[in-house]
């Protein structure tokens, strides 16, 4: 089955919550006029618009040990037209937990043709060491908006409170490097019909969110909430009660590694009476709005 925003259940009048469990295969395909959001686990979203575009946002398949194992081989990504990489982390650019040394990033990139688009330094780190082209890799900054997708799909490069480091391990010594990533970012992305997904990134608190909730009105937010590196539970809910202020929110970023430890459960608790939508799903759960 697939969920529609439509069809979730209200508890107590107030606050609506789906839990994972209710959610099982087999998934539709995207129907048109609809944005089919695909969860991967960690940060990694596969974006269908309205339009049919598809947009990978930080690819991290083959290491990640949340993704489900169809999605291992990239093909079963079917097309891709974008890839956004939200900072340098090896958990966002797919280099975390590979042995050869390489990035999902790169391969995919390589696999499907799609430009990558990020921050200028990390692209910058990527195009230096080889893994993108010139033209493959297309930098950009915060406040920055592009339409590598055609003129009715806007996508903007927001603040994130992280940082960015770019570590390649050489696979024969193991040794690492560390290159510059730029600035990490966050992205909102307006589809055709005006809808916007604002995927935040990695991200501590801080108070411009409160502007992002005024000035771009987010409907869907992918909300990191794990803790340790980002906003823990707690944090996630006060930005979204006080200052976000979003219609939807899934949850991401969490129990992918032990550090990792909110839950989505705890956001929920935190958020308390609330009009949003809070979207626990499981890894390779779709979601359509
Ligand atoms: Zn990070």
Same mark, same amino acid.
């Given at each position: 089955?697939?969920?529609? %925003?439509?069809?979730?259940?209200?508890?107590?009048?107030?606050?609506v919550?789906?839990?994972?469990? @209710?959610?099982? @295969?087999?998934?539709?395909? /995207?129907?048109?006029?609809?944005? !089919?959001?695909l969860?991967?686990?960690? /940060?990694?979203f596969?974006?269908?618009?309205?339009?049919g575009?598809?947009?990978?946002?930080?690819?991290?398949?083959?290491?990640?040990?949340?993704?489900? /194992?169809? *999605?291992?081989?990239?093909?079963?990504?079917?097309?891709?037209?974008?890839?956004?990489?939200?900072?340098? %982390?090896?958990?966002?650019?797919?280099?975390? &937990?590979?042995?050869?040394?390489?990035?999902? @990033?790169?391969?995919?990139?390589?696999?499907?043709? /799609?430009?990558v688009?990020?921050?200028?330094?990390?692209?910058?780190?990527?195009?230096?060491?080889?893994?993108?082209? &010139?033209?493959?890799?297309?930098?950009?900054?915060?406040?920055?908006?592009?339409?590598?997708?055609?003129?009715?799909?806007?996508?903007?490069?927001?603040?994130?409170?992280?940082?960015? !480091?770019?570590?390649v391990?050489? =696979?024969?010594?193991?040794?690492?490097?560390? %290159?510059?990533?730029?600035?990490?970012?966050?992205?909102?992305?307006q589809?055709?019909?005006?809808?916007?997904? *604002?995927?935040?990134?990695?991200?501590?608190?801080?108070?411009d969110?409160?502007?992002?909730? !005024?000035?771009?009105?987010?409907?869907?937010?992918?909300? =990191?909430?794990?803790?340790?590196?980002?906003?823990?539970?707690?944090?996630?809910? *006060?930005?979204?009660?006080?200052?976000?202020?979003?219609?939807?929110?899934?949850p991401?970023?969490?129990?992918?590694?032990?550090?990792?430890?909110?839950?989505?459960? !705890?956001?929920?608790?935190?958020?308390?009476?609330?009009?949003?939508k809070?979207?626990?799903?499981? =890894?390779?759960?779709?979601?359509?709005?």
């Amino acid at each position: 089955m697939t969920l529609h %925003h439509r069809d979730v259940i209200n508890l107590c009048g107030l606050l609506v919550v789906v839990l994972a469990l @209710a959610l099982s @295969a087999p998934l539709l395909q /995207a129907q048109a006029g609809k944005v !089919e959001v695909l969860w991967l686990g960690n /940060a990694t979203f596969k974006i269908t618009t309205p339009g049919g575009k598809v947009i990978v946002i930080d690819p991290y398949l083959k290491g990640n040990p949340k993704t489900p /194992a169809d *999605y291992k081989d990239f093909a079963k990504l079917g097309k891709v037209d974008l890839i956004l990489i939200t900072h340098g %982390h090896g958990d966002h650019v797919g280099t975390a &937990n590979r042995t050869d040394g390489g990035s999902d @990033a790169a391969d995919l990139a390589k696999l499907t043709g /799609a430009k990558v688009f990020g921050p200028a330094g990390l692209i910058q780190s990527l195009i230096d060491i080889g893994w993108l082209s &010139n033209e493959q890799g297309v930098r950009f900054g915060k406040g920055g908006k592009v339409q590598p997708l055609g003129p009715q799909i806007t996508i903007t490069q927001v603040r994130a409170e992280h940082s960015s !480091e770019l570590t390649v391990t050489d =696979p024969a010594t193991k040794k690492t490097t560390t %290159h510059v990533g730029g600035e990490p970012a966050g992205f909102i992305i307006q589809m055709e019909n005006g809808f916007k997904l *604002y995927h935040m990134g990695d991200t501590g608190i801080f108070g411009d969110m409160k502007l992002i909730g !005024e000035y771009y009105k987010p409907d869907l937010i992918l909300m =990191p909430i794990g803790g340790h590196f980002v906003m823990d539970p707690q944090d996630a809910a *006060y930005a979204t009660k006080e200052w976000l202020k979003p219609k939807f929110v899934i949850p991401m970023h969490y129990g992918t590694t032990p550090v990792l430890k909110g839950t989505p459960q !705890e956001y929920v608790a935190a958020l308390g009476q609330t009009t949003v939508k809070v979207f626990a799903i499981n =890894p390779g759960d779709r979601l359509e709005f």
